[in-house]
């Protein structure tokens, strides 16, 4: 289905007097024009091929291309072309993402060392402190056992 040159928007109407109307932005194509299937260009009456994109307008035009050329048609190459380009802007994205993601779980092991960390050193304070105070309650201890005797 043709497109419409203006707007791009698909299904261009035909009316009573043979020109094409598209039924969204209301541009009107003369009836003696020919418009690409492929990418909505408005060529003059009576070529083969698209001026713009180089795809044949009728069908023997088409049927003629092909068996010659063995080649694609240029819808076909387009979209092969924009879903390589979409692959690798994905592709890079993902990258991008997987490295906000490796310096967020980089950031995560930092604090979690440095919890451990902390941890440890509230845990030697707290045995040193016990160290302490064992020691000083044994000997109060001993002291209360020799002055209770």
């Given at each position: 289905m043709p497109?419409?040159?203006?707007?791009?928007?698909?299904?261009?109407?035909?009316?009573?007097?043979?020109?094409?109307?598209?039924?969204?932005?209301?541009t009107i194509i003369p009836g003696d024009s020919?418009?690409?299937p492929a990418c909505g260009h408005v060529?003059?009456?009576?070529?083969?091929?698209?001026s713009s994109c180089g795809e044949?307008?009728?069908?023997?035009?088409?049927?003629m291309i092909r068996q010659e050329s063995g080649d694609q048609p240029y819808r076909l190459k387009q979209v092969r072309t924009q879903?390589?380009?979409?692959?690798?802007?994905?592709?890079?994205?993902?990258?991008?993402?997987?490295?906000?993601?490796?310096?967020?779980?980089?950031?995560?092991?930092?604090?979690?060392?440095?919890?451990?960390?902390a941890q440890e050193a509230y845990q030697r304070k707290v045995s040193s402190i016990v160290l302490l105070i064992i020691p000083i309650f044994i000997v109060f201890l001993i002291l209360?056992?020799?002055?209770t005797r």
């Open positions: 497109h419409c040159p203006a707007c791009t928007a698909p299904g261009l109407e035909v009316s009573s007097d043979g020109t094409l109307t598209c039924s969204y932005c209301g020919n418009v690409c060529n003059v009456a009576g070529v083969e091929t698209c044949p307008l009728s069908l023997v035009a088409q049927v879903a390589t380009a979409l692959k690798e802007r994905e592709s890079r994205e993902s990258d991008k993402r997987m490295e906000v993601l490796q310096a967020i779980d980089q950031r995560r092991h930092a604090a979690e060392a440095e919890a451990k960390k209360l056992v020799v002055l």
